[in-house]
């Protein structure tokens, strides 16, 4: 039985710290939280700065966006692009007067797909693929995104669970489309978010393949989730 366990971002007051074998540390000095984030638990905070991190380079850093969305979702590369980018002021966006950022590549992509989701379809829930010949509704080819010349090969332990935690999240898509579209759309913590959560719990339960056990932070689901329905949704016609 294969087992993925969760990437889990553990976030206190005054710093983000992901336990993962790639990142990249933003400074700045001192560290202070705003008043809106106390109280929360960990995990709520967490959300909240990513939500906003995220939306704060959507908004600003066009280029940056573009590399988040096309670089190897595996490996090194990202974080070299990214030397050469100061994004230490979105963290003050993000609700963070000062912060020591650690984050992995999945966190950062995450966040950049959690915030162009709203960007491009707050206005109307999109359309998704209609289903082939096969009775199922074509997806991105997962698998290519991690595999190939220069990548890994197709049984490491990484991209196995880069794929499974995106078919599962395409099984979900597709099956709960409008409810992925509000769950995007809601506040981290809100009694929608949550309400919304226990709405799609068994789509996602009944989506994990028979043998398999998935568990997953909400950070880690939703990140996920924006990206496969950005990824999916049939671009709208002018």
Known sequence: ??????????????SIAQETPL????RKPTAVAPADLRGMNQALVARTVMDQYGRCIVASRPGV?????????????LWKSLEKH?????????????VV????????RGSVFKALYPRDHANAVPAMPA???????????????VTGAGKAPPDDPQVQTYVALRRLSA??????????????LARPGSDAETAI??????????????????????LVLIGVLAEVAYRTATPASD
């Open 86 to 98: 100061d994004l230490a002021d979105c963290l003050s966006t993000a609700g963070m007067s000062t």
């Open 1 to 14: 039985m294969k087992k993925f366990l969760p990437l889990l971002l553990l976030l206190s007051v005054s």
């Open 131 to 145: 289903a082939g010949p096969d009775g199922a509704p074509p997806q991105p080819d997962w698998l290519a995104d």
């Open 171 to 184: 099984c979900v898509v597709l099956n709960k489309t409008d409810a992925v579209h509000r769950l995007l």
């Open 101 to 108: 950022l650690t984050l992995s590549t999945a966190a950062l």
């Open 23 to 26: 990142g990249s540390r933003i």
């Open 65 to 77: 966006t573009e590399m988040v969305v096309s670089s190897s979702p595996l490996g090194p590369d």
């Open 197 to 218: 959560f226990g709405e799609i719990t068994p789509t996602v339960s009944g989506c994990i393949p028979d043998g398999q056990q998935l568990a997953l932070s909400k």
